[in-house]
């Protein structure tokens, strides 16, 4: 026994069916609108039908109604017209002999199809078919491009020695052109994704948002038929919505400045801020509502996620109301998930082309370092031995100041861009929270040092290196810092022996590690952890990383 849906069941069916008759199709889609009491034996049958009461009897064995009260005669007709799946019943020369209301809809698109299927059927059965013969299931596609899913079952003919086909036919066309429409989002988000690396690597930052614009343009106007978009990625440092893509926003909305919260931020500060999609279906009437594109009449945005975590927002407008369905909403989610894949692929290259840039800095620096210095030592040396020659040494002085400039110049031309939010200069902002603080950076990589310096420094801290972990701990010996940030892996001392040693010589100072690809050989974050280790930086980090854990670490 299986019950319908209580809100939308038709009531209590009997169905009357002996073991082997094969009607499995026909008794699943009456459940789909009917509580159905199925028996296979006879007098079963007979008993309920005289104990309880059914709206209907379905049978394929006619003459058990002389057994049974009138007030129990079949309406097997209005059952199965209320099944919204088409059911017919096809005979030994491939006829239809009964349907339903629903196969008779279906009946110009695929009738034809299923008769032809079933003579088939007959032709390559054997003599004695078997009524237990699995089913066939078959896929349709109709003239109008309608799809239908059809299965056909044999079952014993009661009113003589052959077999009936139960054919069941479902309209699937919605499910697959969804289907469809899914498998062309997946196919061209794998081309925005993609990006040639030697295209890619002849191209600056700006260039690479640029391209990367242009395919999010193109595929939003062929997938989703929208003209009009705007991407903006969220700043974690102070949880602003940062605009970095769009497609017909006027001037004066592109200066609207939003940030991730349910409150007085519009839809998109909304939507970052819970991760929840949102569609507004007539703007004028919408509260959380903030001026998009001119004469907006009704908006969808979407979270952008990446690894479950909300990185920005997607926003697509239109000049109509209710534009945008549940499924407009569902397409948007999946391409937004492929578009903050694409952007942290563009970030990774990025921070590749910075990485790169630093070494090429630090190799140059290396390499020149040596002649610089000799021409230095050598202008000092003429200095001392031509002193009271007041125009030497004031050439040899310029000499030594070109040197300088020299060194400054290399590194200005080899300075690592930023990333995709900015593309622009480094400059000086005094962080509050930062100023003035005094940080130690223990690493054995220079350019590790000197960028942790430089970005530190920036923010108001006073940093001072060491290049391994004895010289550490002498400097910490010799004054009181409020912060030390350590590499794990070094010549000498581990990391967590400098831990623990700061720990011994100055125990509020706090202490922070880092580690590249998260190795750790000698267990040190593990066990430095539960003694107040203040976080760990995993190498490439970002600068809005280091910058977080820092602030955490003075201000716990």
């Known amino acids: ?75 097997l007709n209005v059952v199965l017209d209320s099944i919204n799946q088409g059911v017919c019943l096809v005979d030994g020369y491939g006829r239809i002999i009964w349907c339903n209301a629903k196969f008779t809809e279906y009946s110009g698109e695929v009738g034809e199809r299923i008769q032809d299927l079933c003579r088939d059927i007959y032709r390559n059965a054997n003599t004695g078919w078997p009524t237990s013969h699995r089913p066939r299931s078959i896929s349709l596609v109709s003239p109008s491009e309608r799809f239908f899913d059809a299965t056909v079952t044999p079952m014993e003919d009661p009113l003589g020695d ?15 052109r969804l289907q469809q429409k899914m498998d062309a989002i ?9 990006l040639d690396g030697g295209e890619a690597n002849r191209m600056d930052v700006r260039q690479r948002l640029d391209l ?16 009009n978009f705007v991407i903006r990625l969220l700043n974690r440092k102070n949880l602003k919505l940062d605009l970095v893509l769009h497609a017909g926003l006027p001037i004066e909305a592109q200066h609207v400045d939003l940030f991730s919260s349910t409150e007085n931020n519009g839809i998109s500060g909304y939507v970052a801020a819970t991760g929840r999609s949102y ?90 370092a040596g ?15 031509y002193i009271g020659h007041d125009d030497l040494r004031l050439r040899l002085q310029g000499i030594a100041d070109n040197v300088v400039k020299i060194r400054e110049c290399i590194k200005q031309v080899t300075r690592p861009v930023g990333g995709i939010l900015g593309g622009k200069p480094s400059e000086t902002q005094i962080d509050p929270l930062l100023r003035d603080k005094s940080v130690l950076v223990v690493d ?30 002498a400097m910490i010996q010799r004054r009181s810092y409020d912060l030390v940030i350590s590499d794990i892996r070094m010549p000498g001392l581990d990391g967590y022996s400098i831990f623990a040693e700061v720990k011994k010589i100055r125990p509020d100072c706090p ?30 980090f970002k600068v809005n990383e280091l910058l977080a854990g820092v602030r955490g670490a003075v201000t716990a």
């Open 1 to 75: 026994m299986s019950a319908g849906n209580p809100e939308t069941s038709i009531g209590r069916i009997l169905v009357y069916q002996p073991a082997g008759t094969g009607c499995g199709p026909l008794i699943d889609a009456l459940r789909q609108v009917a509580d159905v009491h199925l028996e296979e034996e006879k007098n079963a049958a007979v008993s309920a039908l005289k104990h309880e009461h059914f709206v209907a009897l379905i049978t394929s064995v006619p003459h058990i109604l002389q057994d049974t009260p009138k007030s129990a005669g079949p309406q």
């Open 162 to 176: 052959g077999t009936l086909l139960v054919a069941v036919v479902t309209d699937v066309t919605r499910a697959r």
């Open 186 to 194: 997946d196919s061209a988000c794998r081309e925005l994704v993609r």
């Open 212 to 227: 990367l614009e242009k395919k999010i343009i193109q595929l939003t106007r062929d997938l989703l038929h929208y003209d």
């Open 279 to 368: 569609i507004c279906a007539d703007a004028s009437q919408d509260p959380r509502y903030v001026m998009g594109i001119e004469n907006a009449r009704s908006s969808l945005t979407v979270p952008l996620r990446l690894h479950d975590q909300v990185i920005g927002i997607f926003n697509i407008e239109s000049d109509k109301t209710a534009a945008f369905s549940e499924e407009d909403r569902q397409f948007a989610e999946i391409f937004g998930r492929h578009i903050a894949i694409a952007l942290h692929i563009l970030d990774l290259l990025v921070e590749e082309r910075h990485a790169t840039t630093g070494r090429l800095a630090d190799n140059v620096t290396s390499e020149i």
């Open 371 to 385: 002649p610089l210095g000799d021409i230095l030592a050598d202008a000092s040396s003429l200095m001392e031995d």
């Open 444 to 473: 054995d990589e220079e350019i590790i040092r000197q960028t942790v310096h430089d970005v530190l420094s920036r923010y108001g801290c006073r940093v001072e290196l060491a290049r391994e972990g004895h010289e550490a701990i």
């Open 511 to 540: 202490v922070i590690f880092m580690t590249g690809f998260g190795y750790d050989p000698t267990h040190s974050i593990v066990r430095a952890t539960p003694e107040g280790l203040a976080a760990v930086l995993y190498k490439p």
